[in-house]
């Protein structure tokens, strides 16, 4: 079992950033971050791999950027240049297969967190 609590989130402006952090009780080969928004289905925003092959969806390419802290146990998600549709509830979650990392498929991950909010203003 590997619990996951998010922190970071908030209210920023267009054109901001913001960093979300994910404190993970233990180790999984695969940990993402995926949003909601209201009205919307989850979708996956970017994994990373215990060795350190990241993914992304193309809505966030050149934007955000997911690292990991093996040694802490903490996956992070650094997100600029933000705008008002990236506004969403943002989860951590956590695989034992790298596939997920790959698919960012939600129904391929193992773990959840409880979600840290992201609202991004015009």
């Known amino acids: 079992q590997v619990q996951l609590v998010e922190s970071g989130g908030g209210s920023v402006q267009a054109g901001g950033s913001l960093r979300l952090s994910c404190a993970a009780s233990?180790?999984?080969?695969?940990m993402g971050w995926f949003r909601q928004a209201p009205g919307k289905e989850r979708e996956g925003v970017a994994g990373?791999?215990?060795?350190?092959?990241?993914y992304y969806a193309d809505s966030v390419k050149g934007r955000f950027t997911i690292s990991r802290d093996n040694a802490k146990n903490t996956l992070y998600l650094e997100m600029n240049n933000l705008n008002p549709e990236d506004t969403a509830m943002y989860y951590c979650a956590a695989a034992r297969r790298g596939v997920s990392c790959a698919t960012l498929r939600d129904d391929t991950f193992n773990y959840w967190g409880q979600g840290t909010q992201v609202t991004v203003s015009s």
């Open positions: 233990g180790y999984a080969y695969c």
């Open positions: 990373n791999t215990l060795g350190g092959t990241t």
